[in-house]
């Protein structure tokens, strides 16, 4: 049997050459020859493919949830202005690297290397070939969507066919010359694809929360579909993906009622670090169906430090949600914030993969986008039972039985449990196409230490989407990059 060659590498992104989109740079180098190699490949934290602890920084900083304090934000990192100020440009110069784009190329290599050799090499079952291989799928797709997300418009059926997409590669080849973006559809397409093909193989139950499992892949797949308008088609996979994680027992929701009670785990509360809670511990895997989290603690150079809730996000929670005690209206120096502003003050590790109180959110949202709306108010109530005493978590009346404002009120909920996590800039640009949200506009503001204010509006469409960074442009001049 022909060998391999399992590099060890990192992507060099200052390489202005045209292959430099993957450029793999060795760093050391051993022969995989079976079975056991490639799940090595899987599982080497080298390459962070899952327990990430990057790839996720700039949705946190365009979320419309958001709004920052000019003493604790400003001169701190320029990415974060930029990104904050939605700018033309975020990486203008060919040493400016955006870490998302970064960690998938990254992967990109050893996923298709998996993907395209492991059912072929020595030892081991085929089902556990076909395991390994469906895990690599999932985190390609997975992969994918984040960076359509990122680099691409907003799905609409009438226009992706013709609307540009993210390069597909499916090759371990750092030679080849050219690379195309396909369109949207195309790029869509591959990601329901490789989720589908995984589904078939993965385990039931992860041997570990940050391993792909089909319950994980399953429900990335429904989220897939919502956020394509496609509820319907997202509600039987996301509908399936709970009833697995029920039959496992695991994960499972906290309860804030206990947790925060005399006594609770999540206590005592530290005036500078807030509870003791999941936030604080990235091997805290209790809620997730797929665990990847980021650093954005005080000391990263990303970090959300400075960032507020806008007066309009504040406003969401109820008196007795106990998701307020994970802010508070002391500045990052413990200084009593003037106006009273809040800040998420308890997260140091954001979570970002597929959590269980998402997919309890993704499915309530497709049911009641498809009429079933008690349904979708008992998938809601189930998430509220567990983050605030259970006479606050009935929805209110008029809401249940409207199913525009049920709808609303679960997108509403999204910003209750994912404030700050950088969840809401995907929403955005998918509301931004929604009928539902007609004339949907956002701003940001950071409010100054002598009173004054600078705001800044994001521009429809065009800055929902990132342009492609310049050392990629630079490596590929035949690509057509975002306006």
């Known amino acids: 049997m022909k060998k391999t060659i399992l590099y060890i590498f990192l992507v060099s992104t200052t390489m202005a050459c045209k292959k430099s989109w993957l450029e793999i740079v060795p760093m050391g180098q051993r022969v995989a020859t079976n079975v056991k190699d490639y799940e090595l490949m899987m599982n080497d934290p080298a390459y962070y493919l899952y327990a990430w602890s990057g790839g996720w920084q700039e949705p946190l900083f365009m979320g419309d949830e958001i709004a920052a304090e000019g003493s604790y934000f400003l001169n701190r990192n320029l990415f974060k202005e930029r990104l904050f100020q939605w700018a033309d440009s ?7 690297t955006a870490p998302a784009i970064n960690l998938h190329n990254s992967q990109l290599y050893n996923l298709n290397k998996i993907i395209n050799e492991v059912m072929e090499t020595e030892g081991g079952t085929p089902q556990q070939k076909s395991a390994i291989r469906a895990e690599a799928l999932a985190t390609r797709a997975w992969s994918y969507f984040n960076m359509a997300n990122y680099y691409c418009k907003p799905y609409v059926a009438a226009t992706a066919a013709a609307d540009a997409g993210f390069p597909i ?14 369109t949207l559809q195309q790029t869509y397409d591959f990601i329901i694809s490789d989720l589908k093909e995984a589904i078939k193989s993965l385990p039931a139950t992860p041997p570990v929360a940050t391993h792909m499992s089909r319950p994980a892949a399953e429900g990335l797949l429904g989220k897939v579909y919502l956020f ?3 509820p319907a088609e997202a509600l039987p996979y996301l509908e399936s993906a709970l009833a697995q994680v029920s039959a496992n027992g695991s994960p499972t929701l906290y309860d804030y009622n206990e947790t925060l009670a005399p006594g609770g785990s999540f206590l005592p509360i530290d005036i500078m670090n807030g509870p003791r809670s999941p936030f604080q511990n990235p091997s805290d895997v209790r809620e997730a169906v797929v ?10 150079q990303f970090t959300q430090s400075g960032l507020v809730l806008t007066q309009e996000a504040a406003a969401l929670y109820g008196a007795g949600d106990l998701r307020l005690q994970f802010y508070t209206a002391r500045n990052p120096d413990n200084t009593p914030n003037a106006a009273g502003r809040l800040r998420k003050y308890g997260l140091q590790y954001a979570r970002f993969g597929l959590q269980l109180p998402e997919l309890y959110l993704l499915s309530a949202e497709c049911k009641a986008r498809t009429g079933n709306l008690a349904g979708a108010v008992a998938d809601v109530e189930t998430l509220r039972r567990h983050r605030m005493p259970v ?5 209110p009346a008029t809401t249940a039985v409207s199913q525009n404002a049920l709808v609303k009120f679960i997108i509403d909920e999204r910003v209750r449990e994912f404030a700050m996590e950088g969840y809401r800039w995907f929403d955005m640009r998918r509301l931004s196409v929604d009928p539902l949200y007609a004339g949907f506009s956002a701003k940001h503001t950071i409010y100054h230490a002598n009173g004054t204010v600078s705001e800044y509006t994001l521009s429809l ?18 690509m057509a990059n975002n306006p």
């Open 90 to 96: 975020i990486y203008r110069l060919s040493e400016e």
């Open 169 to 182: 590669i499916t090759m371990a080849d750092v030679n080849v010359a050219e690379f195309s973006r396909g």
């Open 228 to 230: 394509m308008g496609k």
């Open 291 to 300: 665990s990847k989290v980021w650093n954005c603690g005080p000391y990263v």
């Open 391 to 395: 006479a606050n978590a009935a929805v």
């Open 461 to 478: 469409p065009n800055r929902l989407v990132l342009k492609l960074p310049r050392n990629i442009m630079d490596g590929n001049p035949g």
